[in-house]
């Protein structure tokens, strides 16, 4: 967790410095929310995945598809309430909201990779 924490951090600071020097470019203003989102998603797939690897591993597999289902089902769900509510520039936040998840799913099996690499 202390990674997801760490590039989490360095992800705020890149975001806060692209929003500073170049506003209303290429980061749609809500960017934080996704953010939060995805740092809430990282922190529940983190304890389901320390539950999973528990008892000698015979319910990881389970955990990790239940976890990936439920991330994707939660992201569609976020993506529609902020377009519900009628969000200007929606493409931006789109584009924005998948440019993170990549970044959060590569992160997320760059880190399983290497548990399990050392097991």
Request: with cysteine; glycine share 6%; charged share 10%.
């Amino acid at each position: 967790m202390l990674r997801t924490i760490l590039a989490t951090v360095f992800l705020g600071i890149v975001l806060f410095l692209v929003q500073y020097f170049y506003p209303g470019s290429i980061l749609h203003s809500y960017i934080w929310y996704i953010l939060i989102f995805f740092v809430g998603l990282s922190f529940l797939g983190h304890r389901l995945m320390e539950i999973g690897l528990r008892n000698n591993r015979e319910k990881f597999v389970t955990f990790y598809l239940s976890f990936t289902v439920a991330r994707i089902i939660l992201s569609l769900v976020f993506i529609a309430a902020f377009l519900y509510q009628g969000l200007t520039d929606s493409f931006l936040f789109v584009i924005n909201f998948f440019a993170l998840y990549l970044f959060y799913t590569c992160f997320e099996i760059y880190g399983l990779y290497r548990n399990l690499r050392r097991d």
